[in-house]
């Protein structure tokens, strides 16, 4: 995930909170954005390997 995408939510749920006449950094807010973000970022699980209707006598090893 580019850096700069990452700065743009941070700074986008702090201008958020602002709005809202946050007196402090609301950090388990800032944290549930970051994790969002990483989630919808994070890579497809890795293949393990074939499927057992993919073998046969001469890959089954």
Do not use: K
């Not at 986008?12 to 954005?33: H, K, P, S």
Request: charge should be negative.
């Amino acid at each position: 995930m580019p850096r700069a995408v990452l700065a743009e939510a941070i700074s986008d749920e702090l201008d958020r909170q602002a709005r809202q006449g946050a007196q402090r950094v609301d950090v388990t807010a800032l944290v549930e954005v970051i994790e969002s973000l990483l989630q919808a970022h994070a890579a497809p699980p890795a293949d393990e390997g074939r499927r057992p209707e993919e073998l046969n006598a001469t890959n089954d090893d």
